[in-house]
């Protein structure tokens, strides 16, 4: 089994920060790629950032976020974090942990996982 654990999501007013964390836990391995997703009301789930496995880590991210959030991961914690600087109200979504190509400590391929999500709310 494997679990995600969200935390971070809060209230902030515009120009605000916020750092989202996901831990996973269970058995595993190794993890391939991690990242983020965010759907606010009545929208679709979109990507927001993503992180691959390896030194440094290769990242990706939404054009709408690009200089104001940095995605990072500890790959030791198996956790992966979102640093979101200068919000904007359009940033206001639940924003879920994705966790991709997880193999168990028995060799399995037990495939992606995602968190339950995280409210973050950008208002004065």
């Known amino acids: 089994q494997v679990q995600l654990v969200e935390s971070g999501g809060d209230l902030v007013q515009p120009g605000g920060s916020l750092r989202l964390s996901c831990a996973a836990s269970?058995?595993?391995?190794?993890?391939?790629?991690m990242g983020w997703y965010r759907q606010a009301p009545g929208k679709q789930r979109e990507l927001v950032a993503t992180i691959t496995s390896g030194s440094g880590g290769k990242t990706n991210y939404a054009d709408s976020v690009k200089g104001r959030f940095t995605i990072s991961r500890d790959n030791a914690k198996n956790t992966v974090y979102l640093q979101m600087n200068s919000l904007k109200p359009e940033d206001t979504a639940v924003y879920y942990c994705?966790?991709?190509?997880?193999?168990?400590?028995?060799?399995?391929?037990?495939?992606?996982?995602w968190g339950r999500g995280t409210q973050v709310t950008v208002s004065s």
């Open positions: 994705f966790v991709g190509g997880i193999r168990s400590t028995s060799g399995y391929l037990l495939g992606d996982r």
């Open positions: 269970g058995s595993i391995f190794s993890i391939n790629a």
